[in-house]
């Protein structure tokens, strides 16, 4: 399916040609504007008759679009890993609501919790949802190659902080990929029983990026290198000792 955005131009048989004007990717429902009209028409994708401007059909219940970048950035990723910048990591976390994830991708030392944030590298599922780009000057539905070129022009300074080698977390990525993608993304969710180590963690959550996919069933997905050394300590404070009854204690 093409892609759906605001600015995408579509066809109705009782409006005409209009112009889409807000999208939630997640309910199927846009707001568009046709020919003249100075409001807008809430309409639905999946009951609505409503065709792209070329006149192929949206599928939106039977073909329904990523809902999320993650499979699309996982598959850039690898892209760029296989072209020298292994030094590139995708880290995905859900919100506190769990009905959209976080990304963020960061280039330099491999250290999950000390990221280095640089503007544009991060985003929402929730964000994608209303505008399906990642927000570095690329376009809805742009290729894997496209995103490689808009992000290189968009900063080639942090990109090339990502030139050097990590062999062993490009394959790691590299089978990931392998088993999750297109339909599948990885969740890094560090909740875990209070003083667990990491060997007594499930693998790592898979989680699907459209509507209408079975549950994942194939292989396990194991933690990326240096994940394990998070948790080889456990760090806790003294609580201080309450005194109750007024008297200094000796």
């Given at each position: 399916m093409k892609a759906?955005?605001?600015g995408t131009v579509i066809f109705h048989r009782h409006r005409g040609y209009g112009?889409?004007?807000a999208v939630n990717l997640l309910t199927g429902w846009i707001a568009a504007r046709f020919g003249s009209e100075g409001r807008t028409l809430d309409l639905n994708l999946?009951?609505?008759?409503?065709?792209?401007a070329d006149g192929e059909a949206i599928l939106f219940r039977r073909a329904p679009p990523d809902r999320m970048p993650h499979a699309r950035l996982m598959a850039m990723v690898r892209a760029l890993h296989e072209a020298g910048y292994q030094k590139l990591y995708?880290?995905?976390w859900p919100k506190p609501s769990g009905l959209?994830?976080?990304?963020?991708?960061f280039t330099?030392?491999?250290d999950w919790m000390q990221r280095s944030w640089r503007e544009g590298w991060y985003g929402s599922g929730a964000d994608y949802n209303n505008n399906p780009v990642m927000g570095w000057g690329d376009t809805p539905g742009a290729t894997t190659e496209e995103l490689i070129h808009a992000l290189a022009k968009f900063d080639p300074e942090g990109l090339a902080h990502a030139l050097g080698r990590d062999?062993?977390?490009?394959a790691w990525f590299a089978d990931v990929c392998d088993a999750l993608l297109p339909g599948y993304m990885y969740s890094l969710d560090m909740q875990r029983p209070p003083g667990a180590p990491l060997t007594d963690?499930?693998?790592?959550?898979?989680?699907?990026?459209?509507?209408?996919?079975a549950p994942y069933s194939g292989p396990d997905i194991t933690w990326p290198p240096g994940w394990a050394g998070l948790w080889t300590k456990v760090h806790a404070m003294p609580a201080p000792r309450i005194n109750l009854t007024g008297i200094p204690e000796a």
């Open positions: 759906l955005a605001p112009v889409i004007t999946s009951t609505d008759e409503v065709q792209f995708l880290y995905s959209h994830w976080r990304w963020h991708l330099g030392p491999r062999e062993d977390h490009t963690m499930p693998p790592v959550p898979v989680i699907p990026v459209r509507a209408g996919l």
